[in-house]
Structure formats: C-alpha cells, structure tokens
C-alpha cells in the first residue's frame, strides 16, 4: 500500500487520476492540490466523487506532501513543473511521475523554442526517464523520475516503433495526420474550445508548429539511430475523448516485405506488451474501442511501396493518466494492469 | 432600399443579422460595431463571410451610425442598450429594434432585480412595443422602437396565447419545461460552456430564477387580463440551436373542449400567421424542423383534465434575428417574410 | 465466486454487463449467448473487450447455460423473456436477473396492451420481486426472480418516494419531464436513431404513451395506497448516455414543509443508501455527473405550493445493467457495491 | 424561369435541392419523385418545408417528368441513374443534372469494379460532362447531361488543380487524408450509422478502397496528362455535414517555389471563381465556415520540400445539391451564384 498526492488535481488528468486511483487497491490517495482560490472539497469540485472521496483540495504545501506521499503525480500545466520537481526529489526518497512536457525534451533548446521558457532544472532533467513502458520499462523499473509521455506521441511513437525499429521504413517519409478530441487540451476557458466553436466543426490547427511534433522526433531518432524529421498535423475532433492517427510511410527500398508479414511482424513486436493490440489484417482502430481503457490499437495497411498504420489511444489514459499509473505500477513491482481494468 | 448598422454585430445575434440581411433584397448592411478592441474586418471575424461582405467593424460610432442608418439593430448585451438607445433615437426619425432585454419589461422593479442594474430610460421603455407580431403587428407598424423577446418567451408565449386568450387554462397551473441549445445564452467565453462541459451533458439552470420568467409573466398576464406566475425551468442541451418547451397546464374548469376542437382552435388562432406553424392531431415539433428557419411549431395533445402543449423554434432566427427581421419588415411594410426563406 | 451467463449479449445492457463484471471479484462470466446469424468471439462483437474476455457468443442453449451458471441475467428485448424464464427457473435451483419489461407489470392486461402480447408466464410473474433495491432490499435478498426495473422508472420512482411516502404530494398533479439519450432505446438498427437524425435535435416521443408510464403509477401507487396517475412524457437527448427528469408535484394541503426541511427529509430517507445522492440545497443533478456510476442524484426544489424534483442516472448502470448487477450482489450477499466502484 | 423535377426526393442530397431551389428566382419545381411506398406530400416527409412547398411525392413517373420538366436533377442511389438518363434524354430536349457516380468514370472497368454493376449507358457516358465548373465550364454551357462529381473528389481536385497544372508536384506523391460527416453516406438505415456507433467516435474505413479514389485519379491524370494513382483514406466524423481534406505533396524536383508564393500562386488561378476562397498565408479552412455555403475554402502551407494542403467544402452543398444547382445556372447562363447566397 503507497501514499500517493496529486498536484494539479483540478485538471481533466488529475480528475482522471483520482478516478483511476480510487479503484487501484494498493494505493491510498493522501493529498489533492492545484492552483485554487481556496480550499475546497474535492466532490464539491467533482460531484461525481461524491461519497467516493472526500478530501479537501488547497493550494500545493510541498512540505505536506513531501512528509504524507511515497509517490506524487504531477498533472500540472508546462513549465509548472519544473518549480516543483527539484524539491520534491531533493531528499531522495520520494518519486515522481510528471504528466508534463518538462522532462521530456532531451534537447533544451528545443524545449524552449516550443515552450516559451528555460528549461530551468537540467540536474533533473538528465535523470528523467522517457515514461513509455513499451520502450523504456526496465528504466522506470529504477528512477525515481518519470516523463509521462505526451498523448499524441504516444499513439505516434507505438504505431511506428515496430517499423522503425525494424528498418522498415524510408526515415524521411514520416507523415502523420493526427485528431484528438477536446480533453487534448487540458481544462482551459478559451474561446475556441466553446461548445458552439467546436460542435459540428473539424480543423487542423498548428499546422506543422505542434510542440509534440519534436517529441516524436526525438523517440524515433532514438530508435532509429538517425535524425528524422517527421510532418505532423493536428486536428480537433469535435468529441470529448479520444486520438486517432494515421500515419503515411514509405517502405525502406531495402525492406521486402508482404502484406501479411507486416501484420505479424507488429504482433510479434507486442506480444508481451498488456496494452498494445495489433488489430488482424484488413482491421482498423477506432477511438471508441479504446476509450475509457488503457490500450493503444493499431492497424496497419501493406500499399506496395507504402504502409498506412493507424493508432488509437484515449488522451486520457494512454496518452496520460493511464500511463501514468502504469508506470506507477512498473516502478513499484504491482501488476502492470492493476487499477486499469 | 433601407440602410441598417448593427450594432454588437460580433456576437451570435449579429452574425445571424448579417446572414440575414446579406439576403435581403431591399436591406443595405452600412454599419457594423461591436466592443471590439481594434478594428477588423468583418470577415476576418467570421471567415464565413468572406467575399460576401468586406464592411470593417469597429467600436461604435453613434454621429457615424446615425449618420448612415435608417434602422438600427442593436445586439448587445442586457443593460447596454439603455446607454444608446436615447441617443439613437434622440432626432426623432431613426428606428431601432432592440435584441436586450432593455425594454421589455414594464415593471422597472422587476427588471432591476433580474439584470442587477438600474432601467435608466423610462421614457423609451414606455414607447418601446413587444416585438412579437402575433400580438402586437399593429403597434409595431407604428413604433420607433421594438423590445424584440427573448428566445424562451417567445416560443412560450405563442404556445399558450390560443389557450389563455380563449380562456382554456387555469391560469394557475401553467409549468413550462423549456430546454436550449448553447447559443442562447450568448457568443461569452465562461468555464461553463466549454466543448467539454456541456458535450453528452445535460441539466437544468437558473431552477425557478431566470429571468425570462417574468417576461413571459407579463405577457401572459396582459392577454388574461390576471396575474399569472408561471413555472418555468430551462435545461442546457448539448447542440448548438434551437428551443423546445414541453408545457403543462390544466384546463380551466369552464372548459369544455375535446381533443380535435384543440388542435382546430389552434389552427385557427394562428391561420393567417406566416411563422407559426399548428401541428396536426398527434405529431409534434422537433427541433431539426425549425433550425435555419423562421417558424414556431406548436403541437397540443388534449389528456382529459390536462392540456400538453409542446412548441419549437430557433432561438437564433424566431427567438432573435428572425424575429428582429420579421419586426423590420412589419415596421416598413414589406412582405413580413421577406428575406427570411 | 459464482458462475453466471447472460442471454442477450448483444446489446447495450449486455455489453455493458460483460464490461461490468469483468471487474467484479466475485464473478465469472462462463457464458454469453444471443440471437446472432453464428457463433463469434465476443471481442470480434466488441473489439474493445479484446484482451480482456475470449468466451465465443452463440445462440442459447438452454441445457449449458444450466449446467454451468448458477445466475443468469437477461438482456433481451422485451416479451422474450418470457419463454426462457420458466425453463431456466424450473430446476429451482438458479437465479435469474431479467433486464426486460415482461416480469415488472403485475397487471397483465397493462402488460398486454403496451407490449402488445400476452403475458404467459403468471406463475412467475406472481413470484417476481421489482429490483428497486431501495423499495424492495429484503425481498430481493430471498427471490429467485428479480424483475430489473426500467430506466425511467428508477429515476422517477427514486426521485418520488420520499415525497409520496411521507404524504407531501397532492397524488393527482405528478408531471414528469423526461429526457433521455439514444441508449435508451436498445441497440436497434432504425430510421429514428440514425445519427443524421438525432443529432442536433431534440423532441418528445410517445407523449402520454410510453410503456414507462404505467410502471412508474405501479409503484407509486403501491407506495401510497391510492391509485395514481402520472403525466409522462418522454424525449430524446443528442447523447448516448444518461437520464435526467424534471419532476413538478404539487404539495399535499396538508403538508407544510419550509424549504430546508425538504432537503433534508429526502437526505434523511436515503441516508444508508449507498448509490442514491441527494444533493444540497439550491444546488441540482446533471448527466455528467452519474454517467459511468451506478448513483442516481436528486436535488429539490421547494416553491411554495409546488415542489421541483430532479433526478438523474446513467440509463445503462442504474438504469438497467448496474443495478442489474447491485441487485445481484443483494441476491448473494456481496458488498452491494461491489464491481460498482 | 424554368421548371424543374427532382427524381430521389427523399434523401439528403434531394431534400437540400428542394430548400435551395425555393430559394432560387428562376425556377419552379414540378415534379418531385422518389422510391417510395405510398405518394406522401413532401411536407409529410420533411415537416420543415411544411407552408413551403405542398408538392407530393410519388413514384417516377417518366412520362409526367419529361412532359413537366425542362431540367431533372438525379438524386439517386449509384447504379440507378443509369436506367432512366436514357429515357429522359431521348427527346432531345431535357437537361440532366445526375448527382450519382454512373456518369463520372470514363473507365467502365473501374466503374464496374467499384460500383459492382456493369455500365449500361455508354451512348450518354461518353457525352456527359464532368460537373466541376472551375474546370469545365465551357464545356458544361454547352451539354445536355452533367455528371455532379462526387463529394470528397470535389474537396480533393479543387485543392490539387492549381498545383497539379502548374507542375509543382511530385505526382507520385499525392497522399488524400480525408474526413466527412455523416450525412455524406446518404440517408440509408444502416447499424454503421446509429447514433450511438458515430457519436463520440472517429475512425477510417474502406482504407484505400473507397470509390472516389479513382474519380481524384481520372481527373487529377487530365490535367497532368500522366497517370496518377494516389493514397486515399477517408474517416468518418461525429456530425453532420461538412468535408475537410488534408492532402501532402512532395514538391518536383524542378519546382523552386517559395511559401509566398505558393499562395498567391493559388489566389491567380482561382481569382475568378465566385466559390473557391484561397485562405491567407498562415491561415487554414475549417468545416464550420463553409457548412450551409456553396465555397470551398483551401490553405496551403509551403513545407520546404513537402507542401501541406487543406480544403473544406460542405459535403451536400459544393459536395452534391449546391455544386448540382452551380451547373444548372451554368447551363442556362444565370448568375452563376443565383440562389446560393
């Protein structure tokens, strides 16, 4: 049994935090904080939590939180973070799992290109582990902190990962024509995220500028051992949950691969994986199937000369509360799926 | 050929405007402002627009407006018609179709407890004529200044005018459950009416308190010749446009009518009205059937002791615009449909 | 750990039982069947059970669903259950959870008029108890047959008994304003419920004719002792989940409640009920809130001589497979809120 | 002014040609005509034309249209067209508008492989024009009988035209990500289609199978004069109406473009067209400001060595009944716009 405190617990993912947690049996919620006026119950906040839980949430006391929680998740806006982390790692007991982009980014100057500000803790930077667990689940098994992934190169980096891995793909060809759904975009009062903006309408916005664009960058470099440069467009999709991409890609000349072997390659590739699900040949994702659970679905199409593979993912929970308590799970040694059923 | 200017041309009520009057034949759009913090054209703010209408809209220019305009629509926010209205008119010969609440209500003591400011303009308020033309065509032909209704009473009023003018109901008994889609309560950015908010939600507001509610008092307590308190509770729907009102009322004990004498009642209160339309025996108005268009659909369903009266409108075009369009062409004698078909 | 099957698989309840019970401790789930061209994994049905369930979906068969079950629900659609009921219960050893209308109606020939066939099992029917577990606890712990009540009726009779049984309500003026989303109605290939049409819209169906009505006078009369008669109408919400009602009831002459009291009469009522949440003063229930849980929420109003009442659930939990499955937990002696949480 | 018929009434693309044509100054409708089981007013299928228009709809019968009709509009399902074009044009004296597939693919092979059907009427296939004015007015002045292009080739060759003549693009290259509302499957009863499958859901379907792949390809092949295969994968989006397209393109190896240019190369060649609207740089289309428009908005973004460009049209508007009544008033030297305002 772990204390746990959510800072930032207002926003849809602390929101979704909270719920995950609530169900999760070897975890204790100890401490809700966020930017607030003044405290208040967390049910009077969410009425769904109503006789579920009923702490108050305040302003974020560091003090409190470091002498009550084992491990606190950070779900608060970009560059909030970075205030916060240092302190809370300082004693070298506590761990952290940070949903924002502030330990993502390798390269700083990139970060503060997209994000507008230093990068102010490169100590802890250096040490932060990249929280995807397909990739990286033996070194969240042992830090203490964890970069939760962005929601957009989640569904990006697991539809891709095999492919690239595998020198499958020409690196230059990545194109990926992404839509999220509205809680993309965190609990913000903005003009254009008004329901009569949104209902009925479809866009592409950020046009080739998105900050999670240098995200899936940087992971598939990794992967690849070379510098890619992928196209990324965004869209809103006028719903409350979910992202659906699909990805362009041209085959390696190198690669000789048939239409069946591409399937089976990616079942291979996640056959251990508990929240990774390559759909069958001829069979496609969609964000419905993946909404409210923890998986990402892929499907991938053999063109000849071309691969189409689609991924879909919940935001919230792949794309970053779910994941967030899976990594949780791998750095504690539970069950990687419990809570998340 | 008429000249009009809106003013508060950037919210929905005028966009609406201007689509309208784009259509109309004898209309000339001259003037656009809104609270604006620099000018812009029109159809940089409603992409829509572009290469239909190139006018700039800026903050309000009164000399400009009364300079250029033969008719004013004004489409601001309740209380800030007050400030203009006196000045607009002030010449004697401009005429303005107010889309406030400004001057509606007759009794000031009920206005000022509803929009929480003073009515600072007496004099307009007691020459200022309801804008609904199944009551009140002729004294609009005359009037400088239409109080065009709020969306809710006017699909409230012409579902029970028939009834209450001809002495069916008791008066007492008259519940109103009315729901509308998100545009009703104005083009404002509030935490509220964010996509995620109010997508697959659905509640009631403002239970027994909103302030259309003694609008639709006065009106039916005029056509009774009594005092009537109604009870009314609007509901948020999750769409952009339109109004249904589900009505309950018991019959007056004096009546003595059976189900098709209702619905031929009906028929012919409003046989000669271009935009009401009485549904036949057993069918009932939906909202799909009036979105985009200028009609009021009523349907009445006789249960014995009980009388359902179920009507239907867009709250945009019969609970706004359309009505104000509709006003206009009362007041310069053209065919009361044109433009709006 | 007991063995339990549902016959009618397919369906909303269905799918939304199997999503149930997969997190459920004390069940497993050995059999699912439905009316269905041939035999299919349930996750080729449903994708997004995939990894999680790999039983295959056929047609009943009776004999195996008695040989291994020792709880069966069933979700089918109504008039159906009545050939398999008295099968299933012959050996008199299994429990059966039927989701249908057909066990509900003590009075066959309001059965028979609005189901539109005749109700042929009486033997049952007699020993049926209506899973309302808030009315009926004790029964239900003792029955064989649990009759799960309808969506509305949960709502309107939760919303209802507290204010009927305590005598504050003049029995004769109960209006119910219901409002539901499209899973309501079962999922059903129709001209009505294509997206095309609902979205967007909103409108009364069945106004005065629904099936609901006489089962909610069914139990309300039972609580009272006097024959009651509801007005009912129910309409279609552009959502997929949840039920809200506005409920406006006259006050008893005898009663005189001042406001507070209401509340907290209601609070008192349901104060060991662990999925009924009444809310404070002034403050009311929205679909957002219970979509997801098995909680129905209620909030009241008092305005004089008339009393408000809303209530609201999500159609598929405590509307019909949550509730489903609380009773199931009464049934054996579980937590009642096991698997709910 | 002339008199026109409609055959296919009933579905969406007939019932948006009925709410323009009441719109349009020099035309009459006639003749409404419909697979349907009994003759029924028009109103009686679309209450909101009721007091519109009081037209019944009947079964086709020829003899009626052609002695009735100068001009028919075929809103028909695929396949059906192709059995009365034959008869109606026999005379020599009627204009056909034929909003189905039958008359768009030069290739009977193609046609026949995706329509699953032979075409039967090579006599009128060969003299039909393909009904995208911004590419073959002249020849549409001049023709008896127009093939309406399809919905998503209309968004998609709109977009390419100007890039593909002017010899900037890889044509290889050409990758169509594409996105459409529900209403651009027609109106079928179909479980695909239920609210509850579309509402909150996205996904692709018919990944690279979809029949408008070929008809981009004929008439992208034309203007470049070499055959062109390109990438397409359509989605289908929560709402009603409106298509956007996201297309990318490698630039030749000959082209030398830079960004500015690239639009304004665009806004040349489509600055006499009255419904194409080249966006500014920088700026991109949405659904919402060309929904209930006849326009079809493009952006392009300049990429270096890929170019990003998106369109939007409204699927029933630009997309079927507005483009259908564009060629109309091409065919008889209207305004090119008349009754599209």
Redesign the interface.
């Known amino acids: 049994m772990i204390n746990v405190g959510i800072v930032g617990a207002t926003g849809?993912a602390g929101e979704e935090l909270i719920d995950i947690l609530?169900?999760h049996p070897n975890v204790r919620i100890v401490n809700l904080s966020a930017k607030i006026d003044k405290p208040l119950s967390i049910s009077e906040i969410f009425?769904?939590f109503?006789?579920?839980i009923s702490l108050v949430c305040s302003e974020p006391d560091l003090k409190e939180i470091i002498s009550k929680c084992d491990l606190v998740f950070l779900a608060l806006p970009h560059t909030a973070s970075m205030d916060i982390v240092p302190k809370l790692l300082a004693g070298g007991k506590k761990k952290v799992i940070d949903l924002s982009a502030d330990y993502r980014l390798r390269d700083t100057k990139i970060y503060e290109f997209f994000y507008k500000t230093k990068q102010k803790d490169k100590t802890n930077l250096e040490r932060a582990v990249y929280g995807l667990p397909e990739l990286y689940r033996e070194k969240i098994k042992k830090t203490y902190l964890v970069a939760n992934p962005g929601c957009y190169p989640t569904a990006a980096i697991l539809a891709l990962a095999p492919a690239v891995s595998l020198d499958l793909v020409d690196l230059s060809s990545i194109?990926i024509?992404a839509?999220s759904g509205?809680?993309g975009a965190g609990?913000k009062?903005?003009?254009g995220?008004?329901?009569?903006?949104?209902?009925?309408?479809?866009?592409?916005?950020k046009?080739?500028l998105h900050q999670h664009g240098p995200e899936i960058d940087q992971e598939l470099s990794n992967l690849s051992g070379e510098k890619i440069n992928i196209?990324f467009?965004p869209?809103l999709?006028?719903?409350?949950?979910?992202i659906?991409e699909?990805i362009?890609v041209k085959k390696a000349p190198s690669s000789k691969l048939q239409a069946p072997s591409l399937v089976s390659l990616y079942k291979k590739f996640y056959k251990k994986e508990?929240f990774v699900?390559v759909?069958d040949e001829g069979?496609?994702?969609?964000?419905?199937?993946?909404?409210?659970?923890n998986?990402c679905?892929i499907?991938i199409?053999d063109?000849g000369s071309?691969i189409?593979i689609?991924s879909a993912i919940d935001n919230l929970l792949k794309g970053a509360s779910g994941q967030a308590v899976q990594n949780m799970n791998i750095m504690y040694g539970f069950p990687e799926n419990m809570g998340l059923?």
């Open positions: 849809y609530l169900r009425p769904r109503k006789e579920k194109i024509d839509k509205v809680t609990r009062i903005d003009a995220f008004q329901f009569s903006e949104v209902n009925e309408d479809f866009k592409a916005y046009v080739g196209t467009v869209h999709l006028p719903l409350s949950r979910g659906l699909t362009y508990p699900r759909k069979s496609f994702p969609r964000i419905k199937d993946v909404v409210g659970t998986f679905d499907g199409k063109c071309n189409i689609i059923i």
